[in-house]
């Protein structure tokens, strides 16, 4: 079964700086999909960005930017330029691309992320 | 908005009674899916429809239970409820079995 684990229960960063999420994985899969997820004050989970497994390239989304290593299990969350609007929980996925299992996502303990003034 | 609707957004109830949660998929998306967060956790993955089937299943207890309809909305069970069971639901849907997730708002379960 895969696991997903976010080291870091809260972080905080200044306003304006830049913070980085922690995320590791276990899977014996080679094809799979992960995600970021946040979640706001108001508990709606909003995606931020996603990374697919076969391609190399680090996902952007704006401000927003991981770092993939596949041979580590590793898929970090960089915030570049932090907002108020950017505190919030932040959950790292994992779901696989197989269909037999790609119901089946699999969610960290999550982030609590505080943006200072 | 994510184009996913859940209804209601919120439930209070006493132990031991039946409920039913709501869930209209995004317009297209075909998957459906089941997610309990209980307070400060993360998502548990609960059950997955796809097209009227179940797909896969997660950690559910016998209690509950879950269908997706032909217009493909689905809805959530959950009987002989405990004061446990007092939970953020979630329901997301996505347009296969592959790929994002979209979320509903959730509906919040207290149980007395």
């Known amino acids: 079964a895969q696991t997903v684990t976010q080291s870091q229960p809260e972080m905080s960063v200044q306003e304006a700086e830049t913070v980085t999420l922690s995320c590791t994985y276990d899977?014996?899969?080679?094809?799979?999909?992960l995600f970021w997820y946040k979640q706001p004050p108001s508990r709606q989970m909003i995606l931020v960005i996603r990374?697919?497994?076969?391609?190399?390239q680090n996902a952007t989304e704006n401000r927003f930017s991981v770092n993939f290593q596949k041979a580590a299990k590793s898929f970090s969350l960089k915030i570049s330029d932090s907002q108020l609007g950017d505190a919030a929980m932040y959950f790292c996925?994992?779901?696989?691309?197989?269909?037999?299992?790609?119901?089946?996502?699999?969610f960290g303990d999550g982030t609590t992320l505080t943006v200072k003034p | 908005d994510s184009g996913v609707t859940q209804t209601p957004k919120h439930l209070i109830t006493a132990t031991g009674q039946r409920v039913t949660l709501r869930c209209s998929p995004r317009?297209?998306?075909?998957?459906v899916y089941w997610y309990q967060q209980s307070l400060d956790q993360g998502l548990q993955f609960l059950i997955q429809y796809y097209n009227g089937e179940e797909r896969a299943k997660g950690n559910i207890l016998e209690r509950f239970s879950a269908q997706q309809f032909p217009d493909l909305h689905s809805e959530l069970n959950l009987s002989s409820l405990e004061l446990g069971d007092s939970a953020l639901y979630f329901c997301?849907?996505?347009?296969?079995?592959?790929?994002?997730?979209?979320f509903g708002p959730g509906t919040r379960l207290t149980v007395l």
């Open positions: 317009s297209g998306d075909l998957s």
């Open positions: 997301a849907s996505s347009p296969n079995s592959r790929g994002e997730q979209f």
């Open positions: 990374q697919e497994a076969y391609k190399q």
């Open positions: 996925a994992y779901r696989s691309a197989y269909s037999t299992n790609a119901g089946k996502s699999t």
């Open positions: 899977t014996s899969e080679s094809d799979y999909y």
